[in-house]
């Protein structure tokens, strides 16, 4: 790859982070279980036992029901997200999605076919798009993500992880976002870095090869 087609790599979340899946997914949820909206209580949080899913079979047969709606194909977009992305993407940030939607097996290509029709439905830019539910084998120079679980693996495997704030992890600590004008801040800011650390690393090469 010549070093003008290094890019920056941002690497991005979906679900929590650009697809508002916590704020539009009860509707979904209590229609597979039988119920009303407004018999679940409280905000969506991550695993959703306050609502009882167990009862009813777990996150397996709530995720086959969500693919089955058309959830993630139709399902709202967090707001800014694709505007801020753009203009990342216009910065020459390499955005690369990362996400784990391959969760029932025998659903992997409507999951796929479903992602694919939202990214462009709602005009999200990207490089690069992974399904992995081991986020830190996927590189990319920055992260951000709303998961506890893969904010912590990232992190423990030296990442600079962005943690989307939402119902799902009021209790992480670090680096925290409440919208994407704020994430879009802190990208720019760490491709500056990255693009004045790369110019010094390549001045001092230069300098060895005289």
């Not at 910065?91 to 097996?105: A, E």
């Not at 999200?124 to 998961?147: M, N, Q, R, S």
Request: charged residues 25%; contains cysteine.
């Amino acid at each position: 790859m010549a070093d003008s087609d290094v890019r920056f790599v941002f690497g991005v979340d979906l679900d929590g982070v650009c697809f508002d899946y916590y704020g539009s997914i009860k509707p979904y949820a209590a229609a597979w279980m039988g119920k009303q909206p407004e018999d679940l209580p409280g905000e969506a949080v991550y695993g959703f036992k306050p609502w009882g899913i167990d009862e009813h079979g777990g996150y397996d047969p709530l995720h086959q029901y969500l693919l089955d709606k058309r959830f993630f194909a139709d399902g709202p977009a967090l707001p800014g997200a694709a505007e801020a992305l753009n203009r990342l993407s216009d910065r020459h940030v390499r955005i690369r999605i990362i996400t784990h939607r391959l969760y029932v097996s025998g659903g992997h290509q409507e999951a796929v076919s479903q992602t694919v029709e939202w990214l462009e439905r709602n005009g999200i830019p990207y490089w690069d798009l992974c399904f992995v539910k081991d986020k830190p084998v996927v590189g990319a120079d920055l992260y951000i993500e709303d998961t506890p679980n893969n904010v912590i693996a990232l992190r423990e495997a030296g990442h600079p992880t962005i943690v989307f704030a939402n119902t799902s992890n009021v209790e992480l600590p670090g680096r925290r976002v409440s919208d994407w004008a704020e994430v879009e801040e802190i990208v720019i800011d760490e491709h500056e870095r990255w693009r004045a650390n790369r110019d010094a690393e390549e001045g001092l090469l230069a300098v060895g090869r005289t």
